[in-house]
């Protein structure tokens, strides 16, 4: 299921980017494989997976096997008995549940406990793309920004190398030539911080990967954004309160919390079982009372019934606590919605604003080109 909710993601994530995709999605599997965070919410799972067939035993059968073994020193006065004799048996029970709503809440609590655990899994599926994107989309960012700043040293150093020209054939000033030095250190130094930033950015995504040295591949050009669909932010925020992994797992959350009262409502109800045995027990040398070797078989079949009458009143408070820990789970419940729905507004609004920046800086290159162009055609003629 887990998987089946990446694929809008990947779909997505490969129509905007192209070939860049596929090298994301190879390191959502390293990070994945490798993610301590990630690795201890599937741990937890399956150990969810186990306790959940653990609470279906309560609805099954059960069966034990015993055997016991004994020596016994006999010795009366009167009449004079002087012996020892042993005793042999063997015991095979079995007992089924016929009526334990206890039992039953378990198992259906243990069943809504898995649920919770899918959907914390999911969460934690979620983060990890969001922290492996996020550590992806920094590697590049800086990539661009360090190519910024040698692309504005390469300027600044012919700015200073006209100004000391400039200087030495009389037409600008010493403090002209200072000015441009001053510009060439700062730029300097702009791109050590640059270089350092890129590296630090790298060994993020190296240690969320469990790689060295992973080099993202850059978007593909031109970026095609895809348009959210639908356009409108109300179907988005009903679908985050409905299949929210925090949603889902809090959901889960009430439902373990309706059980539990259940479970505490059966301290009142009387439980019903079915129940047989087979004995054979073997006496060599007789017994007490007999010198005789003997041999007892026996077979027992039948219902076992229990009715609780009073326990102090533990069951009736531990009902009402029960009760309030359901009002606890109902307002995590709305909180978790709540949150969602706001989360949800805000990627919603921010995926907007996105696009609308994307637009605006691809309108302000084309300008800054057009002004370029224009700058060269009036230098080549002389303006």
Not at 46 to 56: C, K, L
Not at 241 to 267: F, H, Q, W, Y
Request: hydrophobic share 45%; no cysteine.
């Amino acid at each position: 299921m887990i998987r089946l909710r990446l694929l809008p993601l990947t779909a997505a994530l490969a129509g905007a980017f192209s070939v860049q995709a596929q090298s994301l999605v190879e390191l959502y599997e390293s990070a994945r494989a490798y993610d301590a965070t990630w690795q201890s919410a599937k741990a937890q799972y399956d150990a969810n997976q186990a306790r959940a067939e653990q609470a279906r035993a309560g609805l099954l059968p059960t069966a034990n096997l015993g055997a016991a073994m004994s020596r016994t020193l006999f010795d009366n006065s009167n009449p004079v008995v002087d012996r020892a004799f042993g005793s042999q048996s063997v015991t095979a029970s079995a007992a089924q549940p016929l009526y334990r709503p206890a039992n039953r809440a378990t198992f259906d609590q243990a069943q809504r406990q898995l649920a919770q655990s899918e959907a914390q899994l999911g969460a934690a599926t979620q983060d990890l793309i969001i922290r492996l994107s996020q550590a992806y989309f920094d590697v590049l960012a800086s990539q661009d920004t360090l190519t910024f700043v040698r692309a504005q040293k390469a300027a600044v150093a012919e700015q200073l190398a006209s100004a000391k020209r400039n200087f030495e054939v009389g037409t600008s000033t010493i403090t002209d030539t200072r000015e441009a030095q001053a510009r060439f250190d700062l730029v300097i130094a702009q791109e050590i911080a640059a270089e350092n930033d890129l590296r630090v950015k790298k060994i993020a995504l190296d240690t969320l990967v469990g790689k060295s040295n992973a080099t993202p591949k850059p978007l593909a050009a031109p970026v095609a954004l895809p348009a959210l669909s639908p356009a409108d932010v109300a179907p988005w925020v009903q679908q985050a309160e409905e299949n929210s992994p925090g949603v889902i797992s809090a959901r889960a959350a009430v439902d373990v919390a309706k059980l539990e009262t259940e479970k505490a409502k059966a301290g009142h109800k009387p439980t019903l079982d079915a129940t047989a045995s087979y004995n054979i027990t073997r006496t060599p040398g007789g017994s007490a009372s007999s010198p005789f070797t003997s041999r007892a078989n026996s077979a027992t079949i039948g219902l076992q019934f229990n009715l609780p009458l009073f326990a102090g009143y533990a069951t009736e408070n531990r009902i009402r606590e029960t009760l309030l820990l359901e009002e606890k789970a109902q307002a995590d419940l709305e909180v978790v919605r709540r949150s969602a729905a706001q989360a949800t507004r805000s990627a919603f609004f921010g995926v907007l604003s996105g696009q609308g920046q994307v637009k605006a800086l691809e309108a302000a290159e084309a300008s800054s080109q057009s002004a370029l162009d224009a700058n060269k055609l009036g230098y080549q003629v002389g303006v």
